[in-house]
């Protein structure tokens, strides 16, 4: 019985899928299978990749799929299939560090009240080089999980009792179906991530939806946010206050009477508050960092992922500071999320330089000669 079950969905993935099954390969801990889940109709030869490796390594075995199922369902086929204490989750396009494995089995080891694990996750491709750095302490997981989901998904290794014994499935139903899962899953267990970088999320490519699909994934964000705060806190939202939490776009980019709907905006987030501060059911200063965290993306166009650090001591620090206080922040962000940006905007500034500089020696050259 392998130690750890690699799941690996798989639709036309054949472009990157040898970088995906080396990783898997080249990992430092060494007990584990590897479940390939290739979908009907995937047909570009993803297939033959994999059972070309399953014949030099057994531990790699493919899943082929005789009907269309769909990501959630194809994951949901490998989880009941795999034979592993944990489960790793692994797209054919990402990559794991070799010692991803090694880190995660010796944390779940060593921390059997937590049932997921993930890592920071770096995302590269054409234009793209920036890491994702999500909350670490299963507390602040919790708190933010309510609000979006700020976990890398193709990082996480669980527990693969906790998933059959609670019925941590994927739902099908769900465009959006790792944020849902995730929004069941603090309801039951514990998540935390090892904060370094494990996983590499190629992102090229890959996040083109359509916008149908897209509207469907920020009606389906709104719902999971309004659900997840009645399940744990009991609070019901109006219909008019979800879309404050769409997940996938800032509300409030483009509202109308923008005023005022952060007003309406700030009496909600105090209402979560006051609610926790009679349920208890989230730790009182994860709820008011992960607040804070929404507000600034409300106000100040922070990205939701943003945070970590202690943010807020009270509710009113929430809401306080002004954009001055965060232009140094976002800079950073901006900096850190568009580095091809600011490295093409330094040549450009040293080739103006060079050129300026040239034609003052020109000047003070000519200057020299009359």
């Given at each position: 019985?392998?130690?750890?079950?690699?799941?690996?969905?798989?639709?036309?993935?054949?472009?990157?899928?040898?970088?995906?099954?080396?990783?898997?390969?080249?990992?430092?801990?060494?007990?584990?299978?590897?479940?390939?889940?290739?979908?009907?109709?995937?047909?570009?030869?993803?297939?033959?990749i994999v059972e070309e490796y399953a014949a030099s390594e057994p531990r790699i075995k493919l899943l082929q799929n005789t009907?269309?199922?769909?990501?959630?369902?194809?994951?949901?086929?490998?989880?009941?299939?795999?034979?592993?204490?944990?489960?790793?989750?692994?797209?054919?396009?990402?990559?794991?560090?070799?010692?991803?494995?090694?880190?995660?089995?010796?944390?779940?080891?060593?921390?059997?009240?937590?049932?997921?694990?993930?890592?920071?996750?770096?995302?590269?491709?054409?234009?793209?080089?920036?890491?994702?750095?999500?909350?670490?302490?299963?507390q602040d997981m919790k708190a933010a999980l309510i609000f979006s989901c700020n976990l890398c998904h193709t990082t996480l290794m669980l527990r693969s009792n906790v998933v059959r014994d609670n019925g941590l499935y994927y739902d099908s139903s769900f465009l959006a179906e790792d944020f849902e899962l995730w929004t069941r899953a603090i309801l039951v267990t514990q998540i935390a991530n090892i904060p370094e970088v494990l996983g590499e999320y190629r992102q090229s490519g890959r996040d083109n939806i359509t916008a149908q699909k897209r509207e469907g994934m920020i009606k389906e964000s709104r719902q999971i946010v309004a659900k997840a705060l009645k399940t744990v806190l009991g609070i019901e939202l109006e219909e008019d206050q979800t879309c404050f939490f769409q997940g996938w776009e800032n509300f409030f980019y483009t509202a109308k009477?923008?005023?005022?709907?952060?007003?309406?905006?700030?009496?909600?987030?105090?209402?979560?508050?006051?609610?926790?501060?009679?349920?208890?059911?989230?730790?009182?200063?994860?709820?008011?960092?992960?607040?804070?965290?929404?507000?600034?993306?409300?106000?100040?166009?922070?990205?939701?992922?943003?945070?970590?650090?202690?943010?807020?001591?009270?509710?009113?620090?929430?809401?306080?500071?002004?954009?001055?206080?965060?232009?140094?922040?976002?800079?950073?962000?901006?900096?850190?999320?568009?580095?091809?940006?600011i490295a093409r905007a330094r040549k450009i500034a040293g080739l103006l330089e060079r050129i300026v500089s040239r034609e003052e020696d020109q000047i003070g050259d000519r200057s020299e000669t009359k």
């Open positions: 019985m392998p130690e750890v079950s690699v799941i690996m969905p798989i639709c036309n993935g054949a472009r990157h899928l040898r970088e995906s099954l080396d990783s898997v390969i080249g990992q430092t801990f060494k007990d584990w299978e590897l479940l390939a889940v290739n979908e009907y109709g995937s047909d570009d030869g993803s297939a033959d009907e269309r199922l769909g990501l959630a369902a194809s994951l949901n086929k490998g989880f009941r299939l795999a034979r592993g204490k944990y489960l790793a989750r692994l797209d054919s396009d990402d990559l794991a560090l070799p010692q991803r494995f090694e880190k995660q089995v010796s944390f779940l080891e060593d921390a059997p009240e937590i049932g997921i694990c993930g890592s920071y996750q770096h995302h590269f491709g054409k234009g793209v080089d920036w890491v994702h750095k999500p909350p670490i302490r299963p009477n923008r005023k005022a709907q952060l007003i309406e905006f700030e009496k909600v987030l105090r209402k979560i508050y006051q609610q926790n501060e009679m349920a208890h059911a989230l730790d009182r200063n994860s709820l008011l960092n992960q607040l804070t965290v929404e507000w600034r993306h409300a106000k100040f166009f922070m990205p939701l992922s943003w945070g970590g650090e202690e943010l807020a001591g009270t509710i009113d620090d929430v809401f306080s500071g002004s954009l001055r206080t965060f232009l140094p922040a976002r800079y950073k962000l901006f900096q850190e999320y568009n580095p091809s940006f």
